[in-house]
């Protein structure tokens, strides 16, 4: 490359890392024993993680105390996530109506920070008294929304 395809590409990528959400984010979690890209776990590792449920204090008392049917959902979206438009084609499939948040905006950027959102997709379902029945953060969970419906 000569020193002004360098420039250029310098350049390039200054401007896509001054726009934030227009690049990926690195994650590091704890596997085996020590924390290490997500991006560089092995297949089996990586399915492992994809069926983690993150612990949130008080929710499980919520949930098993709860026999009410879901009501109403919330979906918290991005316009640049990859696994997003799975999910949301399957939001005409629930039985009620809801609200798609996109966090790259700010009111849904707030709501989910209300909502305790930490990753895109998410959808929440919510029964008639606003409390939090299911929460998923992939299509591939989707049997876990019918099996709750």
Same mark, same amino acid.
């Given at each position: 490359?000569?020193? +002004? #395809?360098?420039?250029?590409?310098?350049?390039? &990528?200054? +401007?896509?890392?001054? #726009?934030? !959400?227009?690049? =990926? +984010?690195?994650?590091?979690?704890?596997?085996?024993?020590?924390?290490?890209?997500?991006?560089?776990?092995?297949?089996?590792?990586?399915?492992?993680?994809?069926?983690?449920v993150?612990?949130?204090? !008080?929710?499980?008392? #919520? &949930?098993?105390?709860?026999?009410?049917?879901?009501t109403?959902?919330?979906?918290?979206?991005?316009? *640049?996530?990859?696994?997003? =438009?799975?999910?949301?084609?399957?939001?005409?499939?629930?039985?009620?109506?809801?609200?798609?948040? *996109?966090?790259?905006?700010? #009111? !849904?950027?707030?709501?989910?920070?209300?909502?305790?959102?930490?990753?895109?997709?998410?959808?929440?379902?919510?029964?008639? *008294?606003?409390?939090?029945?299911?929460?998923? +953060?992939?299509?591939?969970?989707?049997?876990?929304?019918?099996?709750? &419906?």
């Amino acid at each position: 490359m000569t020193k +002004t #395809q360098i420039q250029t590409r310098i350049a390039l &990528l200054e +401007t896509r890392m001054a #726009q934030p !959400g227009h690049h =990926p +984010t690195e994650i590091y979690t704890r596997i085996v024993g020590y924390y290490r890209s997500l991006a560089n776990w092995n297949a089996g590792k990586r399915e492992e993680y994809d069926h983690r449920v993150t612990y949130r204090e !008080g929710l499980s008392e #919520q &949930l098993s105390s709860k026999s009410d049917k879901p009501t109403s959902w919330l979906a918290f979206v991005k316009d *640049n996530c990859p696994q997003c =438009p799975a999910l949301k084609s399957k939001l005409p499939l629930l039985p009620f109506a809801g609200t798609i948040f *996109n966090v790259g905006e700010v #009111q !849904g950027f707030d709501a989910a920070v209300t909502h305790e959102v930490m990753a895109t997709p998410t959808l929440i379902l919510i029964d008639e *008294n606003g409390n939090e029945v299911l929460r998923i +953060t992939s299509a591939l969970d989707w049997n876990r929304v019918e099996a709750a &419906l």
